[in-house]
Antibody, heavy 120, light 108 residues
Framework: QITLKESGPTLVKPTQTLTLTCTFS??????????VGWIRQPPGKALEWLAL???????RYSPSLKSRVTITKDTSKNQVVLTMTNMDPVDTATYYC????????????WGQGTLVTVSS | SYVMTQPPSVSVAPGKTARITCGGN??????VHWYQQKPGQAPVLVIY???DRPSGIPERFSGSNSGNTAALTISRVEAGDEADYYC???????????FGGGTKLTVL
């Protein structure tokens, strides 16, 4: 059974760096084809993909956020970490991590999400 | 990057059929997936590869994709189907996932 869970601060101040951790079970990020992505959703708005990391450490970033976002993995801990610099109130959103298994071209399992508010 | 357009809202009476569209340039040549998202919950995959249903998703949910429009059809709509629905695909040119803007389905 695949599960993912996001963790991190619920409140960050403008200009600070956000660090979120996705802890998962039921699969390994050392298995060929496996990837974990981050997707966010501002309140009342649509889903927005942020970043994705694969089993071979290949990384993909949304072009609009590439300069601010970094994704890393710790295979031994079954964790994926997202860092986002220079946070702004417009970055207030629920942040989700999700599983992908290539060649499937969709996210099949999602975490419950974590709401991050950016405010002074 | 690739852009997909969804109507902001669709309303339907219980027992009727709801059709939610997702428009994009030659989207029929791509594989489209659909998520259902209820308030306060994570998205749930309801259709993948245009027409396939994951296990546990009722047969009332179906999908189609041709030309410039993909669609999610929900037959015999129930109150519990009220949710936001998002189309999704993997842009092959950039190898990036893309989501539509979402459609709020209201059951009257």
């Amino acid at each position: 059974q695949i599960t993912l869970k996001e963790s991190g601060p619920t409140l960050v101040k403008p200009t600070q760096t956000l660090t979120l951790t996705c802890t998962f079970s039921g699969f390994s990020l050392s298995t060929s084809g496996v990837g974990v992505g981050w997707i966010r959703q501002p309140p009342g708005k649509a889903l927005e993909w942020l970043a994705l990391i694969y089993w071979n450490d290949d990384k993909r970033y949304s072009p609009s956020l590439k300069s601010r976002v970094t994704i890393t993995k710790d295979t031994s801990k079954n964790q994926v970490v997202l860092t986002m610099t220079n946070m702004d109130p417009v970055d207030t959103a629920t942040y989700y991590c999700a599983h992908r298994r290539a060649p499937q071209r969709y996210f099949d399992y999602w975490g419950q999400g974590t709401l991050v508010t950016v405010s002074s | 990057s690739y852009v997909m357009t969804q109507p902001p809202s669709v309303s339907v009476a219980p027992g009727k059929t709801a059709r939610i569209t997702c428009g994009g340039n030659n989207i029929g040549s791509k594989s489209v997936h659909w998520y259902q998202q209820k308030p306060g919950q994570a998205p749930v995959l309801v259709i993948y590869y245009d027409t396939d249903r994951p296990s546990g998703i009722p047969e009332r949910f179906s999908g189609s994709n041709s030309g410039n429009t993909a669609a999610l059809t929900i037959s015999r709509v129930e109150a519990g189907d009220e949710a936001d629905y998002y189309c999704h695909l993997w842009d092959s040119s950039s190898d990036h996932p893309v989501f539509g803007g979402g459609t709020k389905l209201t059951v009257l």
